[in-house]
């Protein structure tokens, strides 16, 4: 996400190196690479020439520079701030008064709307503790209503759906009417898309709305789509006058065009964000956070936020007394793993550490990337996995694992010395430093970290 954007970018600050204060010159020849990187993500013309203005006017305002901060540390400090507020200054809420809330969901077809509207539902469930209840109101598309039942299955939402009825206005004041008798809190009404925008497309939205008065109306652009996203995202609101928008497919190749435009173009904020096809990979949008990943910063905010709602505190102080005493055995191992799991795509939460993702922009990283390792821990006996010296020391139980998990005995070797090394350093380190970890067998890269 954003990776030509972010190299371009830091090429443009790299003007600044052995300078020992901003001038007019560097700022100018800075401000040209930073409005080339700007159009190069699709960035209309327009807006990078506004934006690269307001930079420059602060960055030679600046005179009292204090001699600690370099200029080039000054001015990524600037284009930190101007990104921030051209993509909304804030993080936008969502109006959940209503009982029960109606929220619309609108958008192109192929943009994402059905899988966002499950992702929603399955956000509020388990982060609102809501009781959502998902409509399928796209009557056209054929696997428009099996696609939003699979996905109210896969997280135990119930959908709302009428085979045979064509008429989606009808549908969702239906819907309205069986959450109230059922005590689901929020309504979540999908809608059908088009290819293009269309006049009986607009109507349709715009009489839907009307009928069911919802409390938030979300526009779901595909961020892969560039300055086309915002223009079109431009033409739903002159018609519904939406609340707010959501970014799709940010794990995909996307140039950064439609975050950076949409608030300044349309005037509506960015809602959510939302990577990959798993129903746990949806965010607030945070546009402070998504300057600093832009800029090759990282999230660590989102990062931890992630890790604290999956690991339980009793679970931590359990594990950091057994790691004081150097117990930290493969199912602690194989525990760590699956609580990672639950915090997302693993790509996109390395992308979140500080200087990792051009670590792992070229990387194939998914969640295969442990599948070795968890083959490897269930081939052992629980005794073995409780006790791993059992296994660090007899080659014959090591051949045994072999065979059971299909990997041959090099394979099984250098997982058991990583696996061994990091227990090692964990225990040394827990000695009033905290309990650092790194993963073995997924490549090297860092694992959780956490103090308390």
């Known amino acids: 996400m954003f990776e030509s954007l972010s190299d371009r970018l830091e090429g443009a600050f790299k003007v600044f190196t052995g300078d020992n204060k901003l001038t007019e010159l560097n700022v100018a020849q800075s401000i040209k690479e930073i409005r080339r990187a700007l159009v190069a993500a699709d960035v209309n013309y327009k807006i990078a020439k506004e934006f690269t203005e307001r930079v420059k006017e602060k960055a030679l305002g600046t005179e009292n520079l204090l001699k600690s901060v370099k200029p080039g540390q ?33 958008g192109l077809q192929g943009s994402g709307k059905t899988t966002f509207s499950g992702k929603l539902a399955y956000f509020l469930k388990t982060q609102k503790k809501k009781s959502p209840l998902l409509v399928a109101g796209d009557v056209y598309r054929p696997a ?36 109230q008798d059922h005590n689901h809190d929020v309504v979540i009404v999908d809608t059908a898309g088009r290819l293009a925008v269309d006049e009986e497309m ?10 069911i008065q919802p409390n938030e109306t979300l526009f779901v652009v595909d961020a892969m789509t560039g300055q086309d996203a915002v223009n079109t995202a431009k033409a739903f609101n002159d018609v519904i006058d939406y609340h707010g928008v959501v970014l799709t497919k940010l ?32 965010d607030v949008f945070y546009p402070e956070r998504m300057a600093q990943r832009i800029l090759g910063m990282g999230d660590i905010t989102s990062f931890v936020e992630k890790a604290q709602a999956q690991f339980d505190e009793k679970e931590v102080e359990r594990l950091e007394k ?8 493969f199912d602690d191992f194989l525990g760590q793993i699956n609580q990672i799991r639950k915090m997302g795509d693993l790509k996109s939460l ?19 990337a442990f599948n070795k390792v968890e083959s490897i821990i269930q081939s052992m006996t629980p005794d073995e996995r409780a006790n791993p010296e059992l296994v660090l020391k007899t080659n014959s139980r090591k051949k045994r694992i072999a065979r059971g998990c299909g ?12 696996f061994n090394q990091m ?27 956490r103090r308390r």
Request: without cysteine; positive net charge.
């Open 350 to 368: 390395m992308n979140m550490i500080p200087g990792m993702s051009k670590m792992t922009k070229n990387l194939d990283i998914d969640d295969k």
């Open 202 to 211: 607009m109507n349709e939205i715009s009489n839907i709305k009307e009928a």
């Open 251 to 282: 794990d995909g190749d996307t140039r950064g065009g439609a975050a950076l435009s949409v608030k300044y173009t349309v005037g509506k904020p960015i809602k959510f964000i939302s990577e990959g096809e798993k129903m746990k990979t949806l």
């Open 74 to 106: 000054m001015m990524v400090k600037i284009v930190q701030d101007e990104l921030t507020e051209l993509m909304g200054g804030q993080a936008a809420g969502i109006d959940l008064s209503g009982k029960p809330t109606v929220i619309l969901i609108a």
């Open 322 to 329: 057994k790691i004081r005493k150097n117990k930290f055995d």
């Open 423 to 449: 227990r090692q350093m964990m225990h040394k380190m827990s000695k009033g430093q905290g309990v650092p970890g790194m993963m073995p067998g997924a490549g090297g890269g860092p694992g959780r970290r």
């Open 144 to 179: 428009a209503i099996n696609q939003i039942s699979v996905l109210g299955e896969q997280i135990n939402v119930p959908v709302y759906k009428e085979e045979g009825n064509k008429d989606p206005v009808k549908i969702a004041l239906k819907a309205i009417a069986h959450a």
């Open 407 to 418: 990997q041959d005995l090099q394979q099984i070797n250098m997982f058991l010395k990583q």
